[in-house]
């Protein structure tokens, strides 16, 4: 956990399609580890977190070199990445070149593919805490720039700043020591015009770790917040569940 926990060991578990109530299963696999756990540590039962990597990606193929159409082609990459990611299970790790090699290997006649024409965002759903600071992590580092580059949500409500049509961003500027930035709330016109309603009073992001923290009665209900980490690669640690999302896919003839 981010911050370390101790004495305690956190479980969670992927679901079957067979099993229908998870209370009554994460509550037998405690018991079970209560049973074997030295005294003085704690086994607790954290809910997996569904996190969603939104993929779009672009490779042109030789057409005279294979008996396959474009949309063929599409379809029989799209089955492979799918064949790769599809799987639902902790740890994942997504690498840009595992993804390209999984292209190039269904048919020869696929050009080389470049990482710069693979992109990616990571998003998931949170809702308010009934209580204080909504906190949680994308556990990876992100990227640090420009405003919106790190973490951006989808438009809400505020009923602190009593505005509506707004949506949190990261700042972009300075970071204290341990690595925190600020996050501010911010609207955009019709024409793409940003403004900002707040710089200040929204919550804290941080850059090393991926750790969110969003003030009180900023939002209510459900949204969804979007991060761009640093690199090639994102990992889904401990109890997170990476979806790998086709976005988008543009294939091209040469």
Request: net charge negative; aromatic share 10%.
């Amino acid at each position: 956990t981010d911050p370390p926990y101790y004495g305690r060991v956190f479980v969670s578990f992927a679901l079957d399609e067979e099993v229908t109530t998870v209370l009554e299963s994460s509550s037998e696999i405690l018991n079970k580890l209560r049973e074997k756990s030295p005294v003085g540590i704690v086994p607790e039962y954290l809910q997996p977190t569904n996190v969603n990597l939104n993929l779009n990606y672009t490779f042109s193929y030789f057409g005279s070199q294979t008996q396959r159409n474009t949309s063929q082609l599409e379809a029989a990459v799209r089955n492979a990445v799918n064949d790769l990611y599809g799987r639902k299970k902790f740890n994942t790790i997504f690498h840009k070149n595992d993804l390209i090699s999984a292209i190039r290997a269904v048919d020869p006649a696929i050009a080389p593919i470049d990482q710069a024409d693979v992109s990616f965002s990571v998003s998931r759903s949170i809702t308010p805490a009934t209580a204080g600071n909504t906190e949680f992590s994308f556990k990876n580092k992100l990227n640090r720039g420009f405003p919106g580059s790190a973490i951006q949500s989808d438009t809400f409500t505020s009923p602190k700043f009593e505005a509506e049509d707004v949506f949190i961003q990261d700042s972009g500027g300075v970071v204290d020591q341990y690595g925190f930035g600020s996050l501010r709330l911010v609207t955009r016109a019709e024409s793409g015009l940003v403004s900002v309603v707040s710089s200040g009073g929204v919550g804290r992001v941080n850059y090393n770790t991926g750790r969110v923290i969003i003030f009180p009665n900023i939002f209510t209900g459900e949204i969804t917040i979007t991060s761009r980490n640093t690199g090639a690669e994102y990992q889904a640690k401990q109890e997170t569940i990476l979806n790998v999302l086709q976005s988008r896919v543009t294939v091209t003839e040469l």
